[in-house]
């Protein structure tokens, strides 16, 4: 499986961005997907999930309310809206699986949110 995310850019703090991710196979259908992020200097951490029905999510609290998982069944797609982007939110986002054995992890997609 490949993995291909895009959408990052940089922002000014108080923007928004649209991530999306790409898999070259339907996977979303049957795995609980996430968008993860990676700061400078930090692990990487997951933000947001979203179940194979796509009927439940979750998010991490540093991102709730800000950050909204999304899912297209029709193109799919899995995507991360990001409103009121702050510093602190810059990294390199991945989407993969959300738990359990990974795929292997795409390139990951830049945001930078300056202040």
């Known amino acids: 499986v490949q993995l291909v995310e895009s959408g990052g850019g940089l922002v000014q703090a108080g923007g928004s961005l649209r991530l999306s991710c790409a898999a070259s196979l339907s996977i979303f259908s049957i795995n609980t997907m996430g968008w993860f992020r990676q700061a400078p200097g930090h692990q990487r951490e997951l933000v947001a999930a979203?179940?194979?029905?796509?009927?439940?999510?979750n998010y991490a609290d540093s991102v709730k309310g800000r950050f909204t998982i999304s899912r297209d069944k029709t193109k799919n797609m899995i995507y991360l809206q990001m409103s009121s982007l702050n510093p602190e939110d810059t990294g390199l986002y991945y989407c993969n699986k959300a738990y359990g054995d990974r795929y292997n992890w795409g390139q990951g997609t830049q945001v930078a949110v300056s202040s």
């Open positions: 979203i179940t194979s029905g796509g009927g439940n999510t």
